[in-house]
């Protein structure tokens, strides 16, 4: 019997379930999740799903992509609260290991992950779920690489049935080079993955019209760009996230262009709840270092953002009394 997994063709000298075949190639099936001729299997019915002659079928796994802060202003996303206001990659870092140092240091309790396909020449090797415990971090399996909302939402329904994730990132690209957001697709897939019980967190374009728009469709949190992908180029549009800040009713969420320290503070100033980076951090000449840099930047500018900066001035005002002077 011939099949397809993963893309390549697999031959069985007999008719074999889906457990089965996890099993012979080596994989746990606690942390894989599959798809046969684009139907999710449930894990639970592994050991009873027969293949058959022609079947393609598609193994995914997660693969990269603290401290609490101020405990009287948590982060609520979906009902969830958080203590840290820094979310995190898990992509570009050089191994496992630096990728679980430096999500330590940034004191972040949600990471993001990629759903990738799993290797079937190395069943054994190490998985992020090796070094991250999805039990201790809040995973959110994100859409990284989709062009399309059908690419999108296939991709979240096998997130959820891996781990169960109802949380996700929502993200749909609309151009290689800029890497920037497809609102028409980005809408569509919203509105897919909302009435299918996902709670979406979803990157968008700094557009005011186009965040509301996704708020009433039911997102649960918006998260405008800041500059394109991986630039670093810090916030370029400030007015147009504060006026999605103003207007939004849910979490609001700088997501990517972050390149240093001073830029997620200047994010959490403008009122964000929160900022998402990987790259500012993955790539920084030492990761660890930096990731502390981010944590306290993000937890100054919130402190900054409620204190409420004081007032621009065009000329000096001094700061000693001129009463009594001598």
Not at 30 to 52: G, M
Not at 54 to 71: L, N, P, S, T, W
Not at 305 to 323: E, F
């Amino acid at each position: 019997m011939n099949i397809t997994v993963n893309g390549d063709a697999v031959a069985l000298a007999e008719p074999a379930t889906v457990a089965a075949l996890i099993g012979n190639l080596g994989f746990d099936p606690a942390k894989v999740a599959v798809e046969r001729n684009l139907e999710i299997v449930p894990r639970s019915t592994y050991a009873e799903v027969k293949l058959a002659e022609g079947d393609r079928i598609e193994i995914v796994h997660f693969i990269g992509g603290g401290e609490a802060a101020v405990d009287e202003d948590p982060l609520v996303i979906a009902g969830r609260k958080f203590t840290s206001r820094l979310l995190v990659g898990t992509g570009k870092y050089k191994d496992f290991d630096e990728t679980r140092d430096a999500i330590r240091a940034s004191g972040a309790e949600i990471v993001t992950v990629a759903v990738r396909r799993v290797n079937l020449a190395t069943p054994g090797a190490p998985m992020l779920v090796d070094y991250l415990d999805p039990k201790v971090y809040t995973f959110l399996p994100n859409t990284a690489g989709c062009y399309t909302a059908d690419d999108a939402v296939r991709t979240l329904r096998l997130a959820r049935e891996a781990g169960g994730f109802n949380l996700v990132k929502l993200e749909v690209l609309g151009n290689v080079k800029t890497l920037y957001p497809n609102m028409p697709e980005t809408l569509r897939a919203a509105e897919v993955l909302v009435k299918e019980g996902f709670d979406v967190m979803v990157y968008c374009a700094d557009d005011p019209i186009a965040a509301k728009r996704l708020e009433e469709i039911g997102c649960c949190a918006i998260m405008p760009l800041g500059a394109p992908i991986g630039s670093g180029l810090g916030i370029q549009n400030a007015v147009n996230i504060r006026l999605i800040v103003e207007e939004a009713k849910v979490p609001v969420l700088v997501d990517a262009g972050v390149g240093t320290a001073s830029d997620a503070a200047v994010a959490m100033e403008l009122g964000c709840d929160a900022v998402l980076m990987n790259t500012a951090i993955a790539e920084a000449k030492r990761p660890v270092l930096m990731a502390r840099a981010m944590k306290a930047a993000v937890e100054a500018g919130r402190l900054a953002y409620r204190a409420g900066r004081m007032p621009r001035k065009l000329y000096a005002d001094p700061s000693s009394p001129l009463a009594g002077l001598i």
